[in-house]
């Protein structure tokens, strides 16, 4: 069974940087398209950034592009999100998400994903 799970979210003040690591177990990370979400309470779930099938990422939303990015150590099975020049509006709750690569490229859509974490806390102050 897969299972994936975030770690790593904490308080930073703005223009700070976190990384959020998502541990993968039950099946090879290069088998899986992964992608982050994040949610702040009274909105939607959003894609931050996500990988295509083949690791190369395909998607960054406008409010971090330049600023977060994500990357992958597959021998690890880990998946990672850097976060620099943080704002208050990143404050959220962070999520990994992952799904079988298989007949998939890539999505920023929610629904197209079947593993999920329990979500970690970022918190940045002004």
């Known amino acids: 069974q897969v299972q ?14 976190l ?3 998502c541990a993968a177990s039950g099946r090879n990370l290069n088998s899986l398209v992964v992608a982050w979400f994040r949610q702040s309470p ?4 959003e ?3 996500a990988f295509n099938k ?5 998607y960054t939303a406008d ?5 977060f990015t994500i990357s992958k150590d597959n021998p690890k099975n880990m998946a990672y999100l850097q976060m620099n020049n943080l704002k208050p509006e990143d404050t959220a709750v962070y999520y ?4 079988s690569a298989y007949g998939f490229i890539w999505s920023n859509h929610s629904h197209d ?3 999920w974490g329990q979500g970690t806390q970022v918190t940045v102050s002004s």
């Open 4 to 17: 994936v799970a975030e770690s790593g979210g904490g308080l930073a003040q703005t223009g700070g940087s």
């Open 19 to 21: 990384r959020l690591s």
């Open 42 to 45: 009274g909105k939607e779930r």
């Open 47 to 49: 894609c931050v950034v």
């Open 54 to 58: 083949v690791g190369v990422t395909a």
């Open 63 to 67: 409010s971090v592009k330049g600023r």
């Open 96 to 99: 990994c998400a992952a799904r």
């Open 113 to 115: 994903y079947t593993y």
